[in-house]
């Protein structure tokens, strides 16, 4: 196997002042102060693992609630849709 580079690990000061970007992304900003790179493992850094997976930290079963009261959301605001359409479709056939 050959070794193609190095992982660094970065550490700020002040983590409470990184920038949110959003999707768990976050940008350095004069509040959080200057990164401290190190190698994992070392310096009090975190380690990696290679070949692992990280776990998620999503509860599947409450998303899956909430993503089944959604369609049920969705399924009753088409009916409702699909009502008016068809009244008034009644309505201009009445007028007739």
Do not use: H, W
């Not at 580079?5 to 920038?19: H, I, K, T």
């Not at 190190?38 to 009090?44: D, F, Q, V, W």
């Amino acid at each position: 196997m050959q070794e193609i580079g190095q992982l660094e690990l970065a550490r700020f000061p002040n983590a409470a002042g990184l920038d949110a970007r959003g999707g768990n992304i976050f940008a350095q900003s004069p509040a959080s102060g200057t990164p401290i790179l190190a190698t994992p493992g070392l310096e009090g850094m975190g380690e990696t693992a290679g070949g692992y997976l990280e776990m998620s930290n999503v509860e599947t079963v409450d998303e899956l609630v909430k993503m089944i009261s959604a369609q049920r959301a969705y399924e009753l605001n088409s009916k409702t849709i699909t009502m008016a359409d068809e009244m008034l479709q009644t309505i201009n056939r009445l007028k007739r």
